[in-house]
T-cell receptor, first 114, second 112 residues
């Protein structure tokens, strides 16, 4: 089983619908992230959380919200999906500390908004 | 705000050839990461470079970091088809914890 698990892996929805992407991890890491990948743009940070009580906006948080339900769970919500939110979404985790800044990624959730 | 630029964005090369992917970043970053992504897959960590002059090698890939030039390179030696993938570099501003900014990626195709 993957250390960082995302559900669903693929989702097609319509404009205006509420969507939740879920992420769970068994790595025991404190830090969790949501990134969005668009062709040619690399990965852009949406939200990040350094522990259960700490939530921070990333580069492109507008239109998204998150919830850190437990150390191991971090979900991303689109309250009212729009077509330009069509993208591949990745959850990632990392340890604390400068020397452990390496990210560990989930398999990705491909979202299509019609 | 840290900006990270990779070039080239696309690279088609023959097996057996050598090539270098460049990663430039705009402000101080004391660490640099390289990731590999196969089509439709997740990102896999390749190298973690944490100091000026750091050099790491794994198989046919070698990564280096020059913090003074704000440049990291990923050198491919005697490319093979299995290296075909998209490669991303990511940097983190000094003091920003684990916050990483990714480059746009270099799609590498190695032809037989």
């Amino acid at each position: 089983d993957a250390d960082v698990t995302q559900t669903p892996r693929n989702r097609i929805t319509k404009t205006g619908k509420r969507i939740m992407l879920e992420c769970s991890q068994t790595k025991g890491h404190d830090r969790m992230y949501w990134y969005r990948q668009d062709p040619g743009l690399g990965l852009r940070l949406i939200y990040y959380s350094f522990d259960v009580k700490d939530i921070n906006k990333g580069e492109i948080s507008d239109g998204y919200s998150v919830s850190r339900q437990a150390q191991a769970k971090f979900s991303l919500s689109l309250e009212s999906a729009i077509p330009n939110q069509t993208a591949l979404y990745f959850c990632a985790t990392s340890l604390l500390g400068r020397d452990a800044g390496e990210l560990f990624f989930g398999e990705g959730s491909r979202l299509t908004v019609l | 705000e840290l900006k990270v630029e990779q070039n080239p964005l696309f690279l088609s090369m023959q097996e057996g050839k050598n090539y270098t992917i460049y990663c430039n970043y705009s402000t101080t970053s004391d660490r640099l990461y390289w990731y590999r992504q196969d089509p439709g897959k997740s990102l896999e960590s390749l190298f973690v470079l944490l100091s000026n002059g750091a050099v790491k090698q794994e198989g046919r890939l070698m990564a280096s970091l020059d913090t003074k030039a704000r440049l990291s390179t990923l050198h491919i030696t005697a490319a093979v088809h299995d290296l075909s993938a998209t490669y991303f570099c990511a940097g983190g501003p000094t003091g920003a914890g684990n916050m990483l900014t990714f480059g746009g990626g270099t799609r590498l195709m190695v032809k037989p």
